[in-house]
């Protein structure tokens, strides 16, 4: 499911895009609200989650924007517990408000339940010939056979397999999974496909995992290399 944190303060929103990545979700952050409001009106979020006070503009202004054209839940946070701003907030559109601080457990609890509730709730199994993934249970088999993954390696296949057929570059994958920016100078990325393929693709005849040379990695079926 693909997510959107719109979150100025750095190191709060460094911490949820990684949560949630290993939670299961693809995650893109945005740290002001003119930034935020581009990001939400052109992406296929599934849900966002969006703070009040941004710079540039904040999160009720991005909120009454955003409602114009989209119905995406939304969960808002703030600093502030405050009514005022937690009625002024579901009156402009938010599904669901919570207050700082906040145990990241109770925020992935209630995305989940905007999810659940949301119209544009995205399928939670995923598959690729014989190979299938289960992010609720966050369970990986292939021909049948459970795949003893690590939490980077279970983000890194459900990021592939939401994206099926598409070439995912570096510095994409380095971005979603790990929440970074990507250096040439890291071979984390490589480090991590090549584990993750001797998972999903050495012990099997039929190879899903492809490099496109000097473009990236693509999950897919190839009828010639069975």
């Known amino acids: 499911m693909h997510l959107l944190v719109v979150e100025d303060e750095e190191k709060l929103g460094d911490y949820l895009r990684k949560g949630l990545v290993?939670?299961?979700?693809?995650?893109?952050?945005?740290?002001e609200g003119p930034h935020g409001l581009a990001l939400a009106q052109t992406g296929n979020y599934d849900a966002i989650v969006l703070d009040i006070m941004l710079?540039?503009?904040?999160?009720f202004a991005v909120l009454q924007e955003l409602r114009k054209s989209s119905k995406v839940p939304v969960l808002?946070?703030?600093?502030?517990?405050?009514?005022?701003?937690?009625?002024?907030?579901?009156?402009?559109?938010?599904?669901?408000?919570l207050a700082k601080p906040f145990a990241f457990?109770?925020?992935?609890?209630?995305?989940?339940?905007?999810?659940?509730?949301?119209?544009?709730?995205?399928?939670?199994?995923?598959?690729?010939?014989?190979?299938?993934?289960?992010?609720?249970?966050?369970r990986a088999t292939r021909a049948g056979k459970r795949l003893d993954l690590t939490a980077k390696e279970f983000a890194l296949l459900s990021l592939l397999?939401?994206?099926?057929?598409?070439?995912?570059s570096r510095a994409v994958l380095a971005d979603q999974v790990w929440g970074?920016?990507?250096?040439?100078?890291?071979?984390?990325v490589e480090v991590a496909v090549r584990r993750l393929r001797s998972k999903i693709d050495d012990p099997f005849d039929d190879k899903l995992l492809h490099t496109v040379r000097g473009m990236g990695y693509v999950l897919e079926h190839r009828a010639s290399d069975a």
């Open 180 to 188: 970074m920016n990507f250096d040439s100078e890291t071979n984390v």
């Open 76 to 97: 808002m946070l703030t600093a502030r517990d405050d009514v005022a701003d937690r009625v002024r907030g579901l009156e402009g559109g938010a599904d669901d408000y």
């Open 105 to 138: 457990t109770e925020l992935l609890a209630r995305v989940r339940a905007l999810l659940r509730r949301s119209p544009m709730q995205e399928a939670t199994r995923y598959a690729l010939s014989d190979l299938q993934l289960d992010l609720t249970t966050r």
């Open 55 to 59: 710079p540039g503009m904040d999160g």
């Open 22 to 31: 290993e939670s299961g979700f693809n995650v893109e952050l945005a740290r």
């Open 161 to 168: 397999l939401r994206r099926q057929g598409q070439v995912l």
